[in-house]
């Protein structure tokens, strides 16, 4: 059982519908997918957590799916925001803040799962 990572996760997952609230509330006419995309993955992110916190291991691995695939997609829709940003569209910079504040906390949560996988893997070379 892996409470800790479970509780990570849980954590992660709320944080992803905090954000996803914080972006619709910054700019409701254009951001309705901001609420449903925070809501659906930090829902799912939730999901893998209590399965997590309760033993399931394969639920490990569709958060690394799950987590790797938002990592990648707030890297490029950070890069495009503060592209647009730069080139002068000022309020841009709000969603591009937000979504890059996201993707490091994806990069961190992929950090902590890749991590305990690392972990596990070692300790059943050890027990054989």
């Given at each position: 059982?892996?409470?800790?990572?479970?509780?990570?996760?849980?954590?992660?997952?709320?944080?992803?519908?905090?954000?996803?609230?914080?972006?619709?509330?910054?700019?409701?006419?254009?951001?309705?997918?901001?609420?449903?995309?925070?809501?659906?993955?930090?829902?799912?992110?939730?999901?893998?957590?209590?399965?997590?916190?309760?033993?399931?291991?394969?639920?490990?691995?569709?958060?690394?799916?799950?987590?790797?695939?938002?990592?990648?997609?707030f890297a490029w829709r950070a890069s495009v925001s503060w592209a647009a940003f730069s080139e002068g569209q000022p309020e841009k910079w709000v969603a591009?803040?937000?979504?890059?504040?996201?993707?490091?906390?994806?990069?961190?949560?992929?950090?902590?799962?890749?991590?305990?996988?690392?972990?596990?893997?070692?300790?059943?070379?050890?027990?054989?």
């Amino acid at each position: 059982m892996n409470t800790k990572l479970g509780k990570w996760m849980l954590g992660y997952g709320t944080f992803l519908v905090a954000m996803g609230v914080v972006g619709y509330l910054s700019n409701p006419d254009k951001a309705t997918t901001a609420l449903i995309s925070g809501g659906l993955f930090g829902g799912l992110s939730v999901l893998w957590g209590i399965l997590l916190a309760r033993g399931q291991s394969w639920s490990r691995w569709a958060a690394i799916a799950t987590t790797g695939l938002l990592t990648a997609v707030f890297a490029w829709r950070a890069s495009v925001s503060w592209a647009a940003f730069s080139e002068g569209q000022p309020e841009k910079w709000v969603a591009a803040t937000i979504i890059s504040v996201m993707g490091l906390a994806s990069l961190f949560m992929m950090a902590l799962l890749l991590g305990s996988c690392a972990l596990r893997c070692a300790q059943r070379q050890v027990a054989t």
